[in-house]
């Protein structure tokens, strides 16, 4: 039966999830992983050093202010899972890091990189809530590090997207909507 052919080498699939179970993990992700990582290690640094404006163990309502930066990272949050959730994925979801879709509308109009200005906003409500320098200190490395990624997650995309990314990312900042200087 051989027809002097070799057969075909079909290329070996990325790692990856089936795309029904990305969907399922990504709310455990947000509900449990996010806030393990996002106020679970914050609240375990403020322990580490002196919690300004705390008395009785109770925050100060200058502390409470840090309510506010929690809340709209929280929110953010939510409003980027749903919008990427509202987005054509692929039957295939690749778990390697690599861009599969280029998201530009919803928080992604507004900012190049949503999710880490969510995650800055609760590390700094952390850090306020608590009055605490160490995780102020955790915030500050959290920003250069965010910055690292940033920069290498473009140029994949650059890669990836060519023209199609660098529109984009004329148009839209990396971080905040700031008027941007002629």
């Given at each position: 039966?051989?027809?002097?052919?070799?057969?075909?080498?079909?290329?070996?699939?990325?790692?990856?999830?089936?795309?029904?179970?990305?969907?399922?993990?990504?709310?455990?992700?947000?509900?449990?992983?996010?806030?393990?990582?996002?106020?679970?290690?914050?609240?375990?640094?403020?322990?580490l050093g002196p919690r300004f404006?705390?008395?009785?163990?109770?925050?100060?309502?200058?502390?409470?202010?840090?309510?506010?930066?929690?809340?709209?990272?929280?929110?953010?949050?939510?409003?980027i899972m749903i919008f990427e959730?509202?987005?054509?994925?692929?039957?295939?979801?690749?778990?390697?890091?690599?861009?599969v879709i280029l998201m530009t509308?919803?928080?992604?109009?507004?900012?190049?990189?949503?999710?880490?200005?969510?995650?800055?906003?609760?590390?700094?409500?952390?850090?306020?809530?608590?009055?605490?320098?160490?995780?102020?200190?955790?915030?500050?490395?959290?920003?250069?590090?965010?910055?690292?990624?940033?920069?290498?997650?473009?140029?994949?995309?650059?890669?990836?997207?060519?023209?199609?990314?660098?529109?984009?990312?004329?148009?839209?900042?990396?971080?905040?909507?700031?008027?941007?200087?002629?």
């Open positions: 039966m051989d027809n002097g052919k070799s057969p075909e080498q079909i290329p070996p699939r990325p790692p990856g999830i089936p795309r029904w179970l990305a969907i399922t993990l990504a709310p455990i992700v947000l509900l449990i992983g996010a806030p393990a990582v996002h106020a679970g290690i914050p609240w375990l640094l403020s322990h404006g705390w008395a009785d163990g109770s925050p100060s309502v200058w502390n409470l202010i840090g309510v506010v930066s929690l809340a709209v990272g929280a929110v953010l949050l939510v409003w959730f509202t987005q054509n994925l692929p039957e295939w979801v690749p778990i390697d890091w690599r861009p509308g919803g928080p992604y109009a507004l900012s190049r990189n949503p999710m880490y200005i969510a995650e800055l906003a609760l590390w700094l409500g952390m850090a306020v809530l608590y009055g605490s320098p160490v995780v102020l200190a955790g915030f500050a490395i959290w920003i250069v590090v965010m910055r690292r990624l940033t920069v290498k997650e473009e140029r994949g995309l650059e890669s990836a997207y060519g023209d199609i990314y660098l529109r984009y990312k004329a148009r839209v900042p990396r971080w905040l909507v700031l008027p941007r200087r002629a």
